[in-house]
């Protein structure tokens, strides 16, 4: 993956980790009690798994971008549900995980692309 990209995917790893860092520190531990109790242990533990994303796409790169799909994929599932439940505050941040989402889905499909034409 060009360093570029891992540029960009380790800056909105880092920012999911700064955002939940936030809320559990003004909320405390599982801090999203307007949603169901595995919401709240999903959102809060990707305090811990958006880092690893951002240390694995250049510590061990197949990995890494294997963790991050599947982070995006789910969070954009999750917090669009949500949304489309009624949590309308959730609009802004959707719009923008999409869009990380979109970069996120390129960036595996180019890795992916790059790894078979090495194999």
């Known amino acids: 993956m060009p360093t570029i990209a891992k540029?960009?995917?380790?800056?909105?790893?880092v920012i999911g980790t700064i955002t939940h860092c936030l809320d559990?520190?003004?909320?405390?531990?599982?801090?999203?009690d307007?949603?169901?109790?595995?919401?709240?242990?999903?959102?809060?533990?990707?305090?811990?798994?958006?880092p690893l994303a951002a240390v694995l796409i250049w510590a061990r790169e197949r990995l890494?971008?294997?963790?991050?799909?599947?982070?995006?994929?789910?969070?954009?599932?999750?917090?669009?549900y949500t949304y489309l439940i009624g949590y309308e505050d959730f609009l802004f941040s959707l719009s923008?995980?999409?869009?990380?989402?979109?970069?996120?889905?390129?960036?595996?499909w180019e890795h992916s692309r790059a790894a078979e034409g090495e194999g």
């Open 96 to 108: 923008l995980q999409c869009a990380f989402a979109a970069f996120v889905f390129f960036a595996a």
């Open 64 to 80: 890494g971008v294997w963790l991050g799909v599947a982070i995006i994929a789910s969070n954009v599932l999750v917090n669009g």
């Open 24 to 32: 559990l520190f003004h909320g405390g531990w599982l801090p999203y």
């Open 34 to 50: 307007f949603r169901p109790l595995p919401w709240n242990i999903y959102w809060t533990s990707l305090t811990f798994l958006d």
């Open 7 to 13: 540029i960009i995917w380790t800056a909105g790893f």
